[in-house]
């Protein structure tokens, strides 16, 4: 079955343009309540959301969905999204719902389901969701004395930090440490501030004034530059950058210096496998995580298991596998010991107990590895019908497979959720790199032109 709502994260769109509606979200609830129904018991959802203006027109429309179907509902208010799969299983609820579009700007939202277990939804049973949204579901509804109730959890943020700062190695303090943290105007602009100065760090909070319309406006783990410069500006030792669901983390050092997913990821790698806390004897990465990284995790004698783009793809290698250490290049770090989902606090936290141990500056102790040269960048596209198994555009692609030779790799994918065509290389020759994503994407606009 094609999918017609669901992407590789939920279903995002543009707010109040379909499927992001109160309508079809109004539906996806009641589709989503009918398939997950199991039993006489009482079944309970919680709904988290972000900061973004139309959470105010998601959140009652989803609400109305899931009471029509005699399912009660709890209603977080902003929060994280790992906190949404935390409280999911913590108050033992039949399904959890995110509102947000993660990274994305104000005007776009979306959701993101997770199970009775805190995990997101599988692709069978999202398959399942959307099959039943082109039915009626009128004769589902429950009778006038079976619908659900809403309510306000008054403690759910208590609840997530101390849940987060439980992570934490126990005798073991931020005092001393100077920590900017960006939060971007969005869900964790409350928590994580709390968090860092709870453990004892002297906290410069950024982004944490949501208006509605700011959330990850030039700010967060996508733009982290604000953040970089009031490390340098105010002297501090590193600084914390969150996306707008707060399942993202970015760093940087106490020069200013990014340390990206990869890096945290090693760090954390290392510190794990030294301890003997890691396991699966690697680390479940992306397509997209650079080479060096692979090659200093086999100066470990651990290995890089590498999955298409997409949390919930490597969270799911990690279930099967036993691995305990995953995550993307961009920031999701996925802590299995700890969370089901990304959660860039957590990570964040188990970088700083790292650091703590070490008398070494960030900008040392977080530089593990040296990447290799690799650039990636963004094609956007007018037509909907471009192909990536269009024969002009493999052509193209054997020829930079060949420039490339075997010490460089290549990735050219489609985004999950928005018109735009990935083109990634790599290899030891920066200036090689620079020229085959540039003949590539020359190739990939002359395709979208030729099809318009």
Same mark, same amino acid.
């Given at each position: 079955?094609?999918?017609?709502?669901?992407?590789?994260?939920?279903?995002?769109?543009?707010?109040?343009?379909?499927?992001?509606?109160?309508?079809?979200?109004?539906?996806?609830?009641?589709?989503?309540?009918?398939?997950?129904?199991?039993?006489?018991?009482?079944?309970?959802?919680?709904?988290?959301?972000?900061?973004?203006?139309?959470?105010?027109?998601?959140?009652?429309?989803?609400?109305?969905?899931?009471?029509?179907?005699?399912?009660?509902?709890?209603?977080?208010?902003?929060?994280?999204?790992?906190?949404?799969?935390?409280?999911?299983?913590?108050?033992?609820?039949?399904?959890?719902?995110?509102?947000?579009?993660?990274?994305?700007?104000?005007?776009?939202?979306?959701? @993101?389901?997770?199970?009775?277990?805190?995990?997101?939804?599988?692709?069978?049973?999202?398959?399942?969701?959307?099959?039943?949204?082109?039915?009626?579901?009128?004769?589902?509804?429950?009778?006038?004395?079976?619908?659900?109730?809403?309510?306000?959890?008054?403690?759910?943020?208590?609840?997530?930090?101390?849940?987060? @700062?439980?992570?934490?190695?126990?005798?073991?303090?931020?005092?001393?440490?100077?920590?900017?943290?960006?939060?971007?105007?969005?869900?964790?602009?409350?928590?994580?501030?709390?968090?860092?100065?709870?453990?004892?760090?002297?906290?410069?909070?950024?982004?944490?004034?949501?208006?509605?319309?700011?959330?990850?406006?030039?700010?967060?783990?996508?733009?982290?530059?604000?953040?970089?410069?009031?490390?340098?500006?105010?002297?501090?030792?590193?600084?914390?950058?969150?996306?707008?669901?707060?399942?993202?983390?970015?760093?940087?050092?106490?020069?200013?210096?990014?340390?990206?997913?990869?890096?945290?990821?090693?760090?954390?790698?290392?510190?794990?496998?030294?301890?003997?806390?890691?396991?699966?004897?690697?680390?479940?990465?992306?397509?997209?995580?650079?080479?060096?990284?692979?090659?200093?995790?086999?100066?470990?004698?651990?290995?890089?298991?590498?999955?298409?783009?997409?949390?919930?793809?490597?969270?799911?290698?990690?279930?099967?596998?036993?691995?305990?250490?995953?995550?993307?290049?961009?920031?999701?770090?996925?802590?299995?010991?700890?969370?089901?989902?990304?959660?860039?606090?957590?990570?964040?936290?188990?970088?700083?107990?790292?650091?703590?141990?070490?008398?070494?500056?960030?900008?040392?102790?977080?530089?593990?590895?040296?990447?290799?040269?690799?650039?990636?960048?963004?094609?956007?596209? @007018?037509?909907?019908?471009?192909?990536?198994?269009?024969?002009?555009?493999?052509?193209?692609?054997?020829?930079?497979?060949?420039?490339?030779?075997?010490?460089?790799?290549?990735?050219?994918?489609?985004?999950?959720?928005?018109?735009?065509?990935?083109?990634?290389?790599?290899?030891?020759?920066?200036?090689?790199?620079?020229?085959?994503?540039?003949?590539?994407?020359?190739?990939?606009?002359?395709?979208?032109?030729?099809?318009?």
């Amino acid at each position: 079955m094609t999918r017609k709502f669901f992407g590789t994260d939920g279903i995002r769109g543009k707010a109040n343009i379909e499927p992001i509606t109160v309508e079809t979200m109004t539906k996806v609830a009641m589709a989503t309540a009918a398939e997950l129904r199991r039993g006489n018991h009482r079944h309970r959802v919680v709904i988290g959301k972000d900061t973004r203006l139309s959470g105010y027109l998601l959140e009652p429309a989803l609400t109305a969905g899931f009471i029509s179907m005699g399912m009660d509902v709890m209603l977080l208010g902003p929060m994280p999204t790992p906190a949404v799969a935390m409280l999911t299983r913590s108050l033992r609820c039949d399904l959890g719902v995110m509102i947000s579009a993660s990274h994305n700007p104000y005007q776009d939202n979306g959701i @993101k389901f997770f199970g009775a277990d805190g995990y997101k939804l599988t692709d069978d049973i999202e398959l399942a969701i959307e099959a039943r949204l082109d039915t009626d579901l009128s004769s589902l509804r429950v009778g006038p004395t079976e619908l659900g109730r809403a309510s306000r959890l008054d403690d759910e943020r208590g609840r997530y930090i101390e849940f987060v @700062k439980a992570t934490f190695p126990k005798g073991l303090r931020l005092d001393g440490l100077k920590i900017v943290v960006d939060c971007a105007h969005g869900a964790a602009y409350k928590v994580a501030p709390r968090v860092l100065w709870e453990l004892g760090a002297d906290v410069i909070p950024l982004g944490v004034s949501p208006d509605g319309t700011n959330i990850n406006k030039n700010c967060g783990a996508t733009h982290p530059e604000e953040m970089q410069a009031a490390v340098v500006k105010h002297g501090a030792h590193l600084g914390i950058a969150l996306d707008g669901d707060a399942d993202r983390l970015i760093m940087c050092d106490e020069n200013g210096k990014v340390i990206d997913g990869d890096q945290i990821m090693a760090l954390i790698a290392r510190a794990w496998h030294q301890s003997g806390q890691l396991k699966g004897d690697g680390v479940v990465a992306t397509v997209m995580s650079n080479l060096g990284f692979e090659r200093f995790l086999k100066t470990l004698s651990l290995a890089l298991k590498r999955m298409p783009v997409g949390d919930r793809y490597v969270v799911d290698h990690m279930r099967t596998n036993d691995y305990n250490l995953g995550g993307e290049q961009s920031g999701h770090i996925i802590l299995g010991d700890y969370g089901t989902t990304g959660d860039g606090l957590i990570a964040a936290l188990q970088v700083l107990a790292v650091l703590q141990q070490q008398d070494k500056p960030v900008s040392e102790a977080c530089r593990v590895f040296s990447p290799v040269p690799q650039l990636l960048k963004n094609v956007r596209y @007018k037509n909907a019908a471009i192909s990536l198994d269009n024969q002009f555009l493999q052509d193209a692609i054997r020829n930079a497979e060949n420039r490339l030779g075997a010490g460089g790799r290549l990735l050219i994918r489609k985004s999950g959720t928005e018109p735009l065509i990935r083109v990634m290389a790599e290899g030891d020759d920066e200036t090689l790199i620079t020229s085959v994503v540039h003949d590539l994407c020359s190739s990939v606009e002359d395709l979208d032109r030729q099809k318009a």
